[in-house]
């Protein structure tokens, strides 16, 4: 069942031509003259109920433009667009009872409460009952570690306690679907695997719908089964994460440790990128010859003691298609 329906939508934005000067000054007053931006160009896409959803792209994209349409916070110029069997937009009241967002910049709690008031708060706003206000609360407190700030006001947090904070508000009330912005940005590692984990968990254990926007590209590649690559307003791909990669991924690599160090260890189809006595690693092409029949050309050769195969990294491939445009 499809969550989130959108067909040919598109957003356009008149940006007026400034003139300069005195007389460009006259000029504005009496010639509005302007171009029309399309930060939206006609995309169309289905999101099931239950994906976890990567939307990437580079600034100026569209990514955001997309989001704040499919929130509510914009009307398309044209294309249709239906969230929960609801238009964002005309049944806003109604609409926001059912999704949660968090995005990494801004944050939703009263900035001078103590976090536990604002969550307090949401309670009455969202008119969730308190049985389950309680369940969830003590069940975010829990897997997000919030005990030790409840009571801090948010604008004394650390950016990493505010996201967790902004977290447990976003998905208080139980939502369907989970619009996520950046939500590891400026965090360290360790705070960004365990927002990660987070995600997961109400994705896997609650089904809750989740489209996550980032730059950060391992977020995607650790979240994320599916993509869609919006770039200059068109959208470019929307498939499985692995088909990406299979599609316009460079060269693989083959790390190997033999048993013995062997001067010149050759195989037709790979070269050699690397040597440290007995371990090599091997560069080579999919559409040239697998992993398999690799690993058995070496293993005719050579005694092998251990091997892995690396795929190459998600922002190589993406950088390639914006780049390259190789999805055109």
């Not at 069997?85 to 949660?100: A, T």
């Amino acid at each position: 069942m499809a969550i989130i329906s959108v067909q040919n939508l598109s957003k356009h934005f008149k940006v007026f031509k400034h003139h300069r000067g005195t007389l460009g000054a006259v000029r504005n007053l009496f010639s509005r003259q302007h171009t029309i931006v399309r930060a939206v160009d006609e995309i169309s896409f289905n999101i099931q109920a239950g994906e976890l959803v990567g939307y990437i792209g580079p600034n100026g994209a569209g990514k955001s433009t997309t989001i704040k349409m499919l929130t509510g916070l914009l009307v398309p110029t044209s294309g249709e667009l239906l969230v929960n069997n609801l238009v964002p937009w005309k049944e806003r009241q109604k609409y926001v009872s059912r999704v949660g967002a968090v995005f990494g910049q801004r944050t939703t709690l009263w900035w001078d409460l103590p976090v536990i008031e604002s969550l307090s708060l949401l309670q009455y706003i969202y008119k969730i009952p308190a049985d389950r206000f309680t369940a969830n609360l003590k069940e975010f407190r829990d897997t997000l570690e919030l005990d030790p700030f409840l009571d801090t006001p948010v604008r004394a947090l650390s950016l990493g306690q505010r996201m967790r904070a902004d977290l447990c508000a976003a998905l208080l009330h139980d939502p369907d679907l989970l619009f996520l912005d950046e939500p590891t940005i400026g965090l360290d590692v360790v705070a960004k695997e365990r927002i990660r984990q987070f995600i997961q968990k109400i994705n896997r254990q609650r089904g809750t719908t989740v489209i996550l926007t980032t730059h950060d590209l391992s977020d995607v590649e650790k979240l994320c089964q599916r993509v869609l690559i919006i770039d200059h307003g068109k959208l470019l791909f929307d498939g499985a994460l692995n088909s990406l990669k299979e599609r316009f991924s460079s060269k693989r690599e083959l790390l190997v440790e033999f048993a013995e160090v062997y001067d010149e260890p050759i195989i037709d189809s790979a070269e050699i990128s690397h040597v440290d006595g007995s371990r090599v690693s091997y560069l080579f092409s999919r559409d040239d010859i697998s992993a398999s029949e690799l690993i058995g050309q070496l293993s005719a050769k050579y005694r092998i003691r251990d091997l892995e195969v690396r795929e190459p990294e998600i922002e190589e491939t993406i950088r390639r298609i914006y780049e390259e445009r190789l999805l055109e």
